[in-house]
């Protein structure tokens, strides 16, 4: 089996490319030399050298075997996943074989079926991109969330907090955050086990309770946590409730739906200042909260203020990126309390009822709510300590704004009048890609022709007309990709503006299919245009019996004879006289 040719390191190829194109040159000048001694006279491999001379490009100026696309039409590819980069909306892989796509279309229109790319080729390109890109999963986030996360928003708002903490000389003791959390009671959670019977034992019997309650926690940056609201849902409280508790300082709410508002947040307030009162003695607190409804109310601002608490809001849809109770110690919570309903599971008790949760709850909130975790929650969100950039490293703010390119100012001077060539059907450029692409293929051929007595002129002149030519060709690409994103753009916003209707369609139960039910809507607009046409038929009928009528009433039978002549249509103000009231026709 012959050995396999080792590659050759990049120094090497490019020294006996250089090596090639200087023996090729002295070949063009005199053709009547030997290859075999220019190849020994600048040290080149005889075979690429023979190739070069036949017109066989190198390997570098090749296109990659695998593509269909030009490198042109590539670099258009790469450029508009740049620009949607930049944008904030990067490309799928789909997206990305969707454009490789219309750029052949585009630029091969006489064929049908169009040219695609294959199922794979996506996969080779992306390891053509240049350094930096990476293919990572996009999860979806709401647009309000998503919006939120605009830099100039969060920087505002570690920026006045820091100031509130220097003006009011707030430690990290009396840094608190408060939050409610929602339990499905008896939800069980995924859990790892070790068995020999691995496909009959991949799930567990535990039936929830389908019951929803609501839980109020507040920790501090110092890693303290006070007793906590627990609000059920029920119309009284009830004795059992207690009978499973055995914290006394644990505060029990009830509300119809198991839900906080905004008098259980005012109860809760006063629980807080009692609590937090022996870490703060006469220092300022700092309490950060959500901006919803129930929780800002002007009683419990006020009863703040009297109290030296500083209430401080998250901007909106941003508790999930700031708010430290949402980040690691609210999933420790769900956590632990999963792992006690398999647990009891485990032990025979299938049903996990609302007076399990709550015997339970203290061994969950102490394996939840340790200093580690608590401390971590704040540390995670920049609070304490006060570092902002951790938030907007999870963002990516840092990457888009290199991403951003420099904005370039003009400077005020002013350029040369150059005056406009006369347009003309003949002189107008080619638009579309593919006649780019002809015209550039003509280019390319009279410059092969004349490629020597351009090199006598400038050197370089021949690589700047090539380097315009590819340049027109990706930015004809790249205009055609932009055009065609931005119709489906006005297509999408032109869907969502139509008039929504809710009216029924009468007389219809069971299944309908669309057929049907465009057929019904149809019909009822024809009768409604119907009855609206009855509507002013009937109008105007009124009308000319009014006229009719008061013509009758002035006893002027000439006026009558006008009224009549004018509605038959026949009295056109250009072509008859107009008569007064007291005018005779007969006398005009």
């Known amino acids: ?19 090639i194109k200087n023996a090729y040159q002295s070949y063009i000048q005199n053709k009547n030399q030997k290859i075999t001694v220019l190849a020994r006279e600048f040290d080149a491999p005889y075979r690429r050298l023979l190739a070069r001379i036949h017109g066989q490009t190198s390997y570098q100026d090749r296109p990659p075997t695998n593509s269909l696309l030009t490198d042109a039409e590539e670099r258009a590819v790469k450029a508009w996943i740049e620009q949607l980069d930049i944008i904030g909306t990067p490309p799928t892989n789909r997206m990305i074989t969707g454009c490789a796509d219309a750029i052949l279309a585009r630029a091969n229109p006489h064929l049908d079926p169009p040219r695609t790319v294959g199922p794979n080729w996506v996969y080779g390109f992306l390891k053509r991109l240049p350094d930096g890109y990476e293919r990572v999963e996009q999860t979806p986030i709401d647009p309000k969330r998503l919006n939120a996360q605009d830099l100039g928003v969060l920087q505002t708002w570690f920026d006045r907090l820091k100031i509130q903490l220097d003006t009011k000389k707030i430690t990290y003791t009396n840094i608190w955050n408060f939050d409610e959390t929602g339990f499905r009671v008896g939800q069980g959670k995924k859990e790892t086990v070790v068995t020999r019977f691995g496909k009959s034992r991949t799930r567990i019997a535990s039936a929830s309770s389908r019951e929803s309650l609501t839980l109020i926690e507040c920790v501090s940056a110092a890693g303290k946590v006070i007793p ?5 849902a029920a119309k009284n409280h ?30 809760w307030i006063h629980h807080f200042a009692i609590e937090t009162k022996k870490y703060a003695g006469s220092s300022w607190r700092l309490l950060f909260m959500d901006n919803f409804d129930a929780h800002i109310t002007y009683e419990l601002y006020e009863f703040c203020i009297s109290k030296k608490i500083l209430v401080y809001t998250f901007p909106p849809n941003t508790t999930h990126i700031l708010q430290p109770l949402d980040g690691v110690p609210f999933q420790n919570y769900k956590h632990f309390h999963g792992v006690e309903v398999n647990n009891q599971a485990r032990a025979g008790g299938v049903v996990f009822d609302k007076y399990d949760f709550l015997f339970n709850l203290p061994k969950v909130r102490e394996q939840t709510f340790t200093k580690k975790i608590i401390r971590s929650g704040f540390r995670d969100r920049g609070i304490y300590p006060y570092n902002p950039d951790i938030v907007f490293e999870k963002i990516g703010a840092q990457q888009i704004l290199d991403a951003i390119p420099i904005l370039q100012i003009w400077n005020g001077d002013e350029q040369e009048d150059i005056p406009s060539s006369p347009t003309t059907k003949s002189m107008s450029p080619p638009l579309d890609a593919y006649r780019i692409g002809r015209h550039v293929k003509r280019i390319e051929k009279d410059l092969d022709e004349i490629k020597e007595q351009i090199k006598d002129i400038s050197p370089n002149l021949e690589r700047r007309v090539r380097r315009i030519m590819k ?52 019909a009822r607009r024809a009768e409604e245009i119907k009855k609206k046409w009855r509507i002013e038929e009937r109008a105007r ?23 009549d002549a004018q509605i038959s249509g026949w009295n056109q103000p250009d072509e008859n006289p107009f008569f007064y009231l007291d005018t005779n026709p007969s006398s005009a």
């Not at 869907?495 to 929504?500: I, P, S």
């Not at 009928?541 to 009224?563: F, G, H, L, P, W």
Request: net charge positive; aromatic share 6%.
């Open 1 to 19: 089996m012959p050995k396999k040719t080792p590659e050759k390191d990049p120094e090497t190829y490019k020294k006996e490319e250089d090596a």
């Open 228 to 232: 906590p609201l627990i609000i059920l």
């Open 238 to 267: 009830l004795e059992e409730w207690y009978q499973h508790l055995e914290k006394e300082d644990y505060l029990v709410a009830f509300s119809k739906a198991g839900y906080s508002n905004s008098e259980l947040i005012f109860e």
């Open 471 to 522: 340049s027109s060709i990706i930015n004809a690409h790249l205009q055609a990709q932009n055009k065609t994103h931005i119709n489906q753009l006005l297509d999408l916003n032109r869907r969502k503006a139509k008039a929504k209707s809710r009216r029924q369609i009468l007389n219809v139960g069971g299944v309908l299919s669309v057929r049907d039910a465009n057929k019904r809507i149809d």
């Open 541 to 563: 009928k009124r009308r000319i019996r009014q006229a009719k009528e008061t013509s009758r009433v002035a006893q002027n039978n000439d006026m009558c004879a006008i009224i």
